[in-house]
């Protein structure tokens, strides 16, 4: 097999400004410097004319392209602008009367970009390496996903009525490219990271070179997330309703490896109001520094958290953003919960209308303007508030990296990270 070649879109706008710099070519004739392309009446307008599409192919492997203005963080507490500077081609396309930039590269490079968007460029070895090869797996294992849907065309299993919706969030959202550039596939935020660690960097991905891992003849779905809280999840409680044997519900631990059954709400109660040991329960800086980015580090506690409504900001914030009139809220009562504790399904009750909704992921953007750190959380009511207590960053299934940062810091190699979170699993080279 060769190394195969990934789309990547990386911003959508009515209008993109972005810089070529070295040679490409765009239909014949070499393109550099500063340009901008428009959204018009479904085409995309540049250079005085209207294309269906636009493919600036780089030539060199130093050419570069930088996008201004790309949006990361989208619908998160950290969203901000920035410019970033990428490596390979750049293609615009039209999607919902807007423009889509496309970055076109190789797995490898890719990976490079990746790896330091996700962390920081000097965290161990061990860890670059253990991301390496899940980075590559994960979007190797979603290509080859697609390509099964487009032959099977296998809907979603939503359920949406008028008193209960369950949906999940993943990366079949994007039908005109492999993978997104932000945080709802994986990030991917350019070389601009890469800076004097560069080779750092480039060792742990050369190393893995196509190292991937796998499970009964399938490259793995390599999940990941920020912290698990001191339990991982199943994956059937973040997506759909099917086993995955190296998604599993597992215990952050070295030593104690039972997890009590946080199914139930006593347990799960009980568990995000202790706090048991577990890899990913660290306030060490140097260790957090490697898996938290400047604006992650605005997030100061994760391993357990606690948020704080009065009832008619909770009731505001319900109505915007599920964008139904529940009225007064009056309840938020748990329904069912995953192996780690993380709600799968929450009731929400108001003074005009209940409703049950879930996944984990749709709990967490309910109760949040952007989004909830986790579904693992107990609701607190008194008279004027609901107060959240909660456990852990992210949907909580696969790697959690701040555990891993923990690991490779304590000395484990990166195949014993990746054989702890991926239970069942084999490294395997397949390029």
Same mark, same amino acid.
């Given at each position: =097999?060769?190394?195969?070649?990934?789309?990547?879109?990386? =911003?959508?706008?009515? +209008?993109?400004?972005?810089?070529?710099?070295?040679? %490409?070519?765009?239909?014949?004739?070499?393109?550099?410097?500063?340009?901008?392309?428009?959204?018009?009446?479904?085409?995309?307008?540049?250079?005085?004319?209207?294309?269906?599409?636009?493919?600036?192919?780089?030539?060199?492997?130093?050419?570069?392209? +930088?996008?201004?203005?790309?949006?990361?963080?989208?619908?998160?507490? $950290?969203?901000?602008?920035?410019?970033?500077?990428?490596?390979?081609?750049?293609?615009?396309?039209?999607?919902?009367?807007?423009?889509?930039?496309?970055?076109?590269?190789?797995?490898?490079?890719?990976?490079?970009?990746?790896?330091?968007?996700? =962390?920081?460029?000097?965290?161990?070895?061990?860890?670059?390496?253990?991301?390496?090869?899940?980075?590559?797996?994960?979007?190797? !294992?979603?290509? /080859?996903?697609?390509?099964?849907? /487009?032959?099977?065309?296998?809907?979603?299993?939503?359920?949406?009525?008028?008193?209960?919706?369950?949906?999940?969030?993943?990366? #079949?959202?994007?039908?005109?490219?492999?993978?997104?550039?932000?945080? &709802?596939?994986?990030?991917?935020?350019?070389?601009?990271?890469?800076?004097?660690?560069?080779?750092?960097?480039?060792?742990?991905?050369?190393?893995?070179?196509?190292?991937?891992?796998?499970?009964?003849?399938?490259?793995?779905?390599?999940? %990941?997330?920020?912290?698990?809280?001191?339990?991982?999840?199943?994956?059937?409680?973040?997506? #759909?309703?099917?086993? *995955?044997?190296?998604? *599993?519900?597992?215990?952050?631990?070295?030593?104690?490896?039972?997890?009590?059954?946080?199914?139930?709400?006593? /347990?799960?109660?009980?568990?995000?109001?202790?706090?048991?040991?577990?890899?990913?329960?660290?306030?060490?800086?140097?260790?957090?520094?490697? *898996?938290?980015?400047?604006?992650?580090?605005?997030?100061?506690?994760?391993?357990? $958290?606690?948020?704080?409504?009065?009832?008619?900001?909770?009731?505001?914030?319900?109505?915007?953003?599920?964008?139904?009139?529940?009225?007064?809220?009056?309840?938020?009562?748990?329904?069912?919960?995953?192996?780690?504790?993380?709600?799968?399904?929450?009731?929400?009750?108001?003074?005009?209308?209940? =409703?049950?909704?879930?996944?984990?992921?749709?709990?967490?953007?309910?109760?949040?303007?952007?989004?909830?750190? +986790?579904?693992?959380?107990?609701?607190?009511?008194?008279?004027?508030? %609901?107060?959240?207590?909660?456990?852990? $960053?992210?949907?909580?299934?696969?790697?959690?990296?701040?555990? !891993?940062?923990?690991?490779?810091?304590?000395?484990? !190699?990166?195949?014993?990270?990746?054989? &702890?979170?991926?239970?069942?699993?084999?490294?395997?080279?397949?390029?």
């Amino acid at each position: =097999m060769k190394e195969p070649k990934v789309s990547v879109g990386i =911003m959508f706008s009515k +209008s993109i400004r972005f810089k070529l710099t070295g040679a %490409f070519v765009m239909d014949g004739h070499t393109v550099s410097g500063e340009q901008t392309v428009s959204y018009d009446d479904g085409k995309i307008a540049w250079n005085g004319q209207l294309h269906d599409e636009l493919l600036f192919d780089s030539q060199h492997d130093d050419d570069l392209f +930088s996008l201004h203005d790309v949006v990361i963080g989208i619908n998160f507490h $950290w969203e901000r602008k920035e410019d970033q500077t990428f490596q390979g081609s750049l293609k615009f396309i039209v999607e919902e009367e807007q423009l889509t930039a496309v970055n076109l590269i190789g797995v490898e490079d890719y990976l490079t970009s990746v790896i330091t968007s996700e =962390m920081r460029a000097l965290s161990s070895k061990a860890l670059l390496e253990a991301h390496a090869v899940i980075s590559r797996s994960w979007l190797l !294992a979603q290509i /080859e996903k697609q390509q099964r849907l /487009e032959t099977t065309k296998q809907e979603p299993g939503f359920t949406i009525t008028d008193d209960k919706k369950i949906v999940w969030y993943d990366r #079949e959202d994007h039908v005109n490219f492999d993978v997104c550039a932000d945080d &709802h596939c994986q990030r991917y935020q350019g070389v601009g990271r890469l800076h004097d660690n560069y080779e750092h960097v480039k060792t742990a991905i050369d190393e893995t070179r196509g190292q991937v891992l796998y499970h009964d003849n399938q490259i793995a779905d390599a999940r %990941f997330y920020k912290c698990c809280g001191g339990a991982l999840e199943e994956f059937s409680s973040c997506w #759909e309703d099917k086993d *995955v044997p190296y998604l *599993v519900g597992l215990r952050d631990d070295d030593k104690e490896k039972d997890l009590p059954n946080l199914t139930q709400e006593a /347990e799960a109660v009980q568990w995000i109001q202790s706090r048991p040991a577990a890899f990913c329960d660290t306030t060490d800086p140097a260790i957090l520094s490697q *898996v938290l980015n400047n604006y992650d580090q605005e997030t100061e506690d994760f391993y357990r $958290w606690q948020v704080e409504y009065g009832v008619e900001e909770l009731s505001a914030l319900i109505r915007e953003r599920s964008g139904v009139d529940f009225g007064t809220i009056q309840e938020l009562i748990p329904v069912r919960r995953g192996v780690s504790a993380r709600l799968i399904e929450l009731k929400i009750v108001g003074s005009k209308k209940t =409703m049950i909704i879930g996944k984990e992921l749709e709990i967490r953007r309910t109760l949040s303007k952007s989004h909830l750190y +986790s579904s693992a959380f107990y609701v607190e009511k008194q008279d004027d508030k %609901f107060i959240l207590h909660g456990a852990g $960053w992210g949907h909580g299934a696969g790697l959690c990296q701040i555990g !891993a940062a923990v690991m490779g810091d304590k000395g484990y !190699a990166y195949d014993e990270i990746l054989y &702890h979170y991926y239970p069942e699993t084999i490294i395997k080279k397949i390029y």
